[in-house]
């Protein structure tokens, strides 16, 4: 941890949410079964003169009673980046992250209303993450969390089995999903214990379509997820998080590409099987590669 970050104080927060200095990067949630890029985690990063982790921002925002309007403006942030081009989008579903304490708040579930109506979010591709930052009653959240899932929006519970009160907050909450924590995805592969204990998470929620494993980072341990019958995974092996406006580059990259090609067959004359046009192909076939592994597809399903 920086100097920098050990001076946050109440003061900065408040200056980073009055000024809105967040940003929001998204990473890809893969049904690996599918070969499919079905969902993005929406990670919003604090900046004041430098990038702030956002563990540490948040964990001070807690510390200094104002959690409710970190968490508020992070999802406001999320939303409005994510949707403002839903052509580039198609119909992934979005994550946004929330503290148990901010469900609690009597002013939830309006204010998320608003920010849905603001942004232009349909709430049956929202997925609302309850993170376990801090310790919780999950029977505080059931009258909230149904209301939610009424409104049609899913809730998934976030770093399952890196705290006390994952088993219960299963149980009392029913979950749309479950999102296993990197403590035990890592090593999955070669670690018996581990692969009981995500064994019998997938058939506590009944199949692997409700699982999302999280710390992805080679394929021996994607592979033994899938073996088990984890059908949903993110983590540094399909790719980081990413700036909303890099989604527009690929793009682009890509449009450019196809019409560097077409002048070459419609304007010059060459054939589709001429080394120059051959090239072009290549280069196309890479770019869209790129898009898939790293971040686009269709809802999820």
Same mark, same amino acid.
């Given at each position: 941890?920086?100097n920098?970050?050990?001076?946050?104080? =109440?003061?900065?927060?408040?200056?980073?949410l009055? %000024?809105?200095?967040l940003?929001?990067?998204?990473?890809? /949630? /893969?049904n690996? /079964?599918?070969?499919?890029v079905?969902a993005?985690?929406?990670?919003?990063?604090?900046?004041? !003169?430098e990038?702030i982790?956002?563990?540490?921002?948040?964990?001070?925002?807690? !510390?200094?009673?104002? &959690?409710?309007e970190?968490?508020?403006?992070?999802?406001?942030?999320?939303?409005?980046?994510?949707w403002?081009?839903?052509?580039?989008i198609?119909?992934s /579903?979005?994550?946004?992250?929330?503290?148990?304490?901010?469900?609690?708040?009597?002013?939830? $579930?309006?204010d998320l209303?608003?920010?849905?109506? =603001?942004?232009?979010?349909d709430p049956?591709?929202?997925v609302?993450?309850?993170?376990?930052t801090?310790?919780y009653?999950?029977?505080?959240?059931?009258?909230?969390?149904?209301i939610?899932?009424?409104m049609g929006i899913r809730i998934?519970?976030?770093?399952v089995?890196?705290?006390s &009160?994952?088993?219960?907050?299963?149980?009392n909450?029913e979950?749309?999903f479950?999102?296993?924590?990197?403590? $035990?995805?890592e090593?999955m592969?070669h670690?018996p214990?581990k692969?009981r204990?995500?064994?019998?998470?997938?058939?506590?929620m009944g199949?692997?379509?409700?699982?999302?494993a *999280?710390?992805?980072?080679?394929? *021996?341990d994607?592979?033994?997820?899938?073996n088990?019958?984890v059908?949903?995974?993110?983590?540094y092996?399909w790719?980081? &998080?990413?700036?909303?406006?890099e989604?527009? !580059?690929?793009?682009?990259?890509?449009?450019?590409?196809?019409?560097s090609?077409?002048k070459? %067959?419609?304007?010059?004359?060459?054939?589709?099987s001429?080394p120059?046009?051959?090239e072009?192909s290549? *280069?196309i076939?890479?770019?869209?590669? *790129?898009?898939?592994?790293?971040?686009?597809s269709?809802g999820?399903?």
């Open positions: 941890m920086t920098f970050s050990n001076a946050i104080d =109440r003061r900065l927060i408040e200056q980073i009055r %000024n809105r200095c940003i929001a990067a998204y990473q890809p /949630v /893969v690996h /079964v599918k070969e499919q079905v993005f985690e929406a990670l919003c990063r604090p900046w004041w !003169r990038s982790r956002p563990d540490v921002f948040f964990e001070r925002a807690v !510390r200094f009673g104002i &959690s409710y970190a968490d508020i403006a992070a999802i406001q942030c999320a939303l409005d980046m994510f403002y081009k839903p052509a580039h198609g119909n /579903v979005l994550s946004v992250n929330a503290l148990p304490i901010t469900l609690m708040n009597p002013h939830f $579930l309006t209303e608003q920010m849905l109506v =603001r942004s232009g979010t049956y591709r929202l609302l993450e309850i993170t376990e801090v310790p009653d999950s029977t505080a959240l059931i009258d909230t969390v149904q939610l899932q009424g998934a519970l976030d770093d089995g890196q705290g &009160s994952s088993l219960t907050a299963i149980a909450l979950p749309d479950i999102k296993i924590d990197r403590s $035990l995805i090593g592969a670690s214990k692969l204990v995500v064994s019998a998470l997938v058939r506590y199949d692997g379509q409700g699982i999302v *999280e710390g992805i980072e080679n394929l *021996e994607l592979l033994a997820v899938t088990v019958g059908q949903l995974s993110q983590g092996y790719g980081k &998080s990413m700036h909303v406006n989604i527009d !580059r690929l793009h682009m990259n890509i449009e450019l590409k196809r019409f090609m077409y070459l %067959n419609q304007m010059d004359g060459f054939p589709l001429a120059r046009m051959m072009k290549k *280069e076939d890479a770019l869209v590669n *790129e898009v898939l592994k790293r971040d686009f269709h999820m399903q």
